[in-house]
Structures are given as structure tokens and as C-alpha cells.
């Protein structure tokens, strides 16, 4: 019998005739939500997905870097940085030498234009109390020899 009436019975025209609003307001949902169990339900998440959704460009745009910054800690950030290990890695040695043998070349290069500079003014000087007004005689002329082949 009940087949029958299931069988005669047209589901959409008495769906329609259903006051859903009026089903709903009877359902208490907080009762309904504290039967959900949430961890079961965030287990099912694919997260990767959701951050492919994601655009972090705009999430970047949003973010106040001042405040940001103001809250980091630079006094620990530092603190956690392993000094020998970055001595180790970077050519520290090698840094020092470069540096101090371009500031040797430089010191010596000043020193030479210096020495040259006095070296004029001297010959000028020697020049005037002697009253010779040739000026200062040139350095002997270099020969060089033919190369061999």
C-alpha cells in the first residue's frame, strides 16, 4: 500500500507546496551546529587549494610594514645569527687582504705624487739659488734594446 502512494505521489508539487521560511524558522540552528564536528570538518579542507586562491599580492598591498616592523625584535634576530659560521662561509681573509693591499696601493701612489711634487719644488728652488733659469734638467733618456727573435 505504501508503494502505492509513494508511487502516486508527485515529490515536486508537494515540495512546492512546502512553506520552506516557515521549516526553517522551527529549526533551532544552534542545537544543529553544536552536532558539527569542526575538526572532522577542517580535516576535509584541501589547503593547498585554498591558498592557491589566494592572492598574496593583495594581502601584501594591505599589510602596514611600519607597524610590521615595529614590532620585530631586531636585538634577537641578531642574537640568533651564528658569527662564526658566517666568518666561516664568507672569505673574510681574503676580504681583509683585498681591502688592505688597495689601501697599501693607494697610500704608496699618494706617497710617489708627493715625493714627485716635492721633488719639483725643490729643483725649482735649487734652480733659483743657483740663478740657473734653464729649469730642471730631464732624466737621462732610457734605450731599449731591439727584441730578438
Do not use: C, F, Y
Not at 558539527?36 to 599589510?63: A, K, M
Not at 607597524?67 to 634577537?76: E, F, S, T, W, Y
Not at 729643483?123 to 733659469?133: D, F, G, I, P
Request: glycine share 4%; proline share 3%; charged share 30%.
Amino acid at each position: 500500500m505504501i508503494d502505492l502512494v509513494v508511487d502516486a505521489l508527485d515529490v515536486n508539487m508537494l515540495i512546492a507546496r512546502i512553506d520552506l521560511n516557515g521549516v526553517l524558522a522551527r529549526v533551532e540552528l544552534n542545537s544543529l551546529l553544536q552536532r558539527v564536528d569542526l575538526n572532522e570538518v577542517v580535516d576535509q579542507i584541501d589547503l593547498n587549494e585554498v591558498l592557491d586562491r589566494v592572492d598574496l599580492n593583495q594581502i601584501v598591498d594591505r599589510l602596514d610594514v611600519n607597524k610590521l616592523m615595529a614590532r620585530v625584535d631586531i636585538n634577537q634576530i641578531v642574537g640568533r645569527i651564528d658569527i662564526e659560521t658566517l666568518v666561516k662561509n664568507t672569505d673574510l681573509g681574503a676580504l681583509m687582504v683585498s681591502s688592505s693591499s688597495n689601501l697599501a696601493t693607494e697610500a704608496v701612489d699618494l706617497g710617489r705624487s708627493h715625493a714627485v711634487s716635492l721633488d719639483d719644488t725643490l729643483a725649482r728652488w735649487v734652480s733659483k739659488l743657483r740663478r740657473n733659469h734653464t729649469g730642471r734638467a730631464e732624466p737621462p733618456e732610457l734605450s731599449i734594446a731591439p727584441e730578438e727573435p
